[in-house]
């Protein structure tokens, strides 16, 4: 499984480079550097907000909730330090793949990929990614459940291993998400569209429209179907519009898709 590591990495340090990236940069003793990354930037967003990755010690919230263990245990309590230098990496390649790879957004890799994976290396300690297991995962999960009642944050900390750990065999126990014996947070399946209505508000017949003031008669319809299907259209624009207009009638789109549409529709 190192070996399998070891090939994450070098993916991620490809895309890094790709973009002109410098790897490794400098941080205090926390674990913190002035600059980092500014992946808003990176990617080629604008403000607000911007998202960096410089922050790369310990997990604050979980490292304090991990002393208040180690107290009650009567054992000394850890001061916020720099990650191990491969989970370091692991954070960077797994923000660079979903970055510049998956395509997702600053904020999804910030809060569902870096901020986890933060709080699995701060419980793993000195344990390096491939030595993970699913007693460190679990007690992560744990303590992620303490730090936010919610249990999204706990969710994430096993999404991330099912979704990176797992799918990428990056650690000698794997699969660990079987192992876990902890049910992520359930998908609700009974939203409501906005669009709904209520039973009073239903339509009674087929002839009722909504906002029927914008439509147009029966006859002026009638015209316009003539118009644009037997009329030869004078100019550029009027052929524009003869071909807008039959594909929202035939394809019952609206003005705004059917301006979408691509020039070749008909290969797609």
Same mark, same amino acid.
């Given at each position: 499984?190192?070996?399998? @590591?070891?090939?994450? +990495?070098? #993916? %991620? ?5 790709? &973009?002109?990236?410098? /790897? ?7 674990? +913190?550097?002035?600059?980092? /990354? ?12 911007? #998202? *960096? ?16 263990? $180690?107290?009650?245990?009567?054992? =000394? ?9 491969? /989970? ?7 923000? !660079?793949?979903?970055?510049? @790879?998956? $395509? ?18 701060? !419980?793993? %300690? ?31 900390? =096993? %999404? ?8 990428? #065999?990056?650690?000698?126990? !794997?699969?660990? *998400? ?43 319809? /009638? ?5 644009? @299907?037997?009329?030869?259209? &004078? ?32 290969? !797609?």
């Amino acid at each position: 499984m190192r070996d399998a @590591f070891t090939a994450y +990495i070098r #993916h %991620g340090k490809a895309l890094a480079e790709a &973009k002109s990236l410098a /790897w490794d940069f400098p941080m205090d003793l926390s674990g +913190i550097a002035k600059t980092g /990354w500014n992946l808003t930037k990176l990617v080629g967003g604008t403000p607000p907000p911007v #998202h *960096y990755l410089r922050d790369l010690g310990s997990d604050d919230k979980t490292l304090q909730n991990l002393n208040l263990r $180690r107290t009650e245990l009567g054992q =000394v309590p850890l001061s916020k330090a720099p990650l191990e230098v491969e /989970w370091r990496d692991l954070i960077k390649a797994a923000t !660079c793949d979903q970055l510049f @790879f998956k $395509r997702n957004t600053t904020t999804n890799t910030q809060q569902n990929v870096i901020r986890p994976l933060k709080v699995l290396a701060t !419980c793993a %300690g000195a344990l390096r990614p491939w030595q993970l297991n699913a007693d460190v995962v679990r007690e992560a999960a744990i303590l992620a459940k303490e730090i936010q009642a919610s249990g999204k944050l706990a969710d994430l900390v =096993v %999404g991330v291993v099912k979704n990176i750990i797992d799918k990428n #065999h990056l650690a000698q126990a !794997c699969p660990l *998400y079987p192992a876990l014996l902890i049910h992520r947070l359930p998908v609700p399946h009974n939203r409501q569209s906005r669009a709904a209505k209520t039973k009073e508000h239903l339509l009674t017949d087929l002839e009722q429209r909504k906002r029927s003031e914008r439509l147009p008669e029966r006859k002026a319809f /009638w015209e316009l179907m003539r118009i644009v @299907f037997t009329e030869q259209p &004078k100019t550029l624009l009027d052929a524009l519009r003869f071909a807008a207009l039959k594909v929202m009638v035939i394809g019952g789109l609206r003005i705004g898709e059917a301006v979408m549409l691509p020039a070749d529709w008909k290969r !797609c």
